[in-house]
């Protein structure tokens, strides 16, 4: 079923879907506006804004049933390790958190997207509305594993830690998917670069992503081009079929330039005796504290013995360092023909010939 677009209802057709089937929900639901009347600028020229019937509702209780009705289905369909993202503006968004908050998901994070081209507040009595906010969360509190590509997401922030505000762009120019008339076809449509984030932050290469509110289909272009697979469904058969053609558009990335950066959380673990079993290190070597005071004694078995002092390469550096605790990898040295050199450069050798 993957790379399809099922066109009907979100709940109903998710309905269709195997529990535990989906790597990732993204999800964009109706914002409820509740607009009043239309809108208009100072010269009295009428605002594109969000008044379809698909966002309509008689009242907040029967938003509310609509958001626990597909909030319920998204989690029977994600994986155990699974997690959902979801973006409102604020005339949604904290009743969509309150409900997902009583459907047993724990929230992760909640990110701003500020926008850096936002509509103004014509009228003038509001603060220009410059921010939407989206809500990652995982899809139980006792949940353990979820995808979080922390290194990747440094990475790309130029080795800086991703923070949780993200200035990105409206969806503006040539990305706008249009009609047949050459307007704007979808009022809400989102900048591919803040799916291409949201994918590339927790989600793996062929994970399954689903979109409950497809639109024109930003979520399966962004999927396509970083190779992961996705599942739409939208009720208006006319969004489902300029979402088909704009996916078919875009031109996947080749397999082997979707590797991030890895965490080394992930690689495999190196217990220090295996670097005496590559013989990377003898009993009887010595290593030293990182400014060479201090030295250690390495034994058979993979401890370390400093004076009366003896124990793991971790205990024995909290003990000698007179702290609490110690990463015995970065503490210890070994003497080289370019001075002290930490001992994790072995441990980098050893996963190397693992593979």
Avoid at 66 to 78: D, G, I, P, S
Wanted: proline share 6%.
């Amino acid at each position: 079923m993957s790379g399809q677009i099922l066109i009907g209802d979100c709940v109903e057709m998710m309905r269709t879907l195997p529990d535990r089937s989906v790597d990732l929900v993204f999800a964009d639901p109706p914002y409820n506006l509740q607009l009043g009347g239309e809108l208009t600028r100072p010269d009295q020229s009428r605002v594109d804004a969000v008044d379809d019937e698909w966002d309509r509702f008689d009242s907040f209780e029967a938003y509310d049933t609509f958001t626990k009705a597909w909030l319920t289905e998204a989690r029977r369909v994600l994986k155990d390790d699974g997690a959902l993202w979801v973006i409102g503006s604020y005339h949604n968004i904290f009743r969509v958190g309150s409900t997902l908050q009583d459907l047993g998901y724990w929230i992760l994070n909640d990110i701003v997207w500020r926008k850096s081209n936002p509509m103004p507040n014509f009228k003038g009595t509001r603060f220009a509305n410059a921010t939407e906010t989206l809500i990652w969360a995982a899809r139980s509190r006792g949940q353990r594993r979820y995808t979080f590509n922390y290194d990747a997401l440094k990475t790309a922030n130029d080795d800086l830690q991703m923070r949780s505000d993200w200035l990105i762009p409206l969806c503006t120019g040539e990305e706008r998917v249009k009609d047949a008339d050459g307007n704007k076809a979808h009022p809400t449509q989102k900048p591919e670069a803040l799916l291409h984030r949201v994918l590339l932050a927790s989600t793996r290469p062929g994970d399954v992503v689903l979109d409950p509110f497809f639109g024109v289909g930003t979520t399966g272009a962004a999927a396509k081009r970083l190779g992961r697979r996705y599942i739409g469904i939208e009720r208006d058969p006319g969004y489902a079929e300029l979402a088909k053609t704009r996916i078919a558009q875009v031109l996947p990335t080749a397999p082997e330039n979707l590797a991030v950066m890895g965490s080394k959380k992930s690689e495999p673990r190196i217990p220090f005796g295996m670097i005496l079993e590559a013989g990377l290190l003898n009993p009887g070597d010595e290593l030293y504290c990182p400014k060479g005071a201090r030295r250690a004694q390495v034994r058979a078995d993979g401890s370390l013995v400093h004076g009366d002092l003896s124990g793991s390469i971790h205990k024995l550096g909290a003990l000698v360092d007179q702290a609490p605790a110690c990463n015995g990898w970065t503490f210890w040295h070994m003497k080289t023909d370019r001075g002290l050199t930490p001992i994790d450069v072995l441990r980098t050798k050893v996963r190397a010939n693992l593979g």
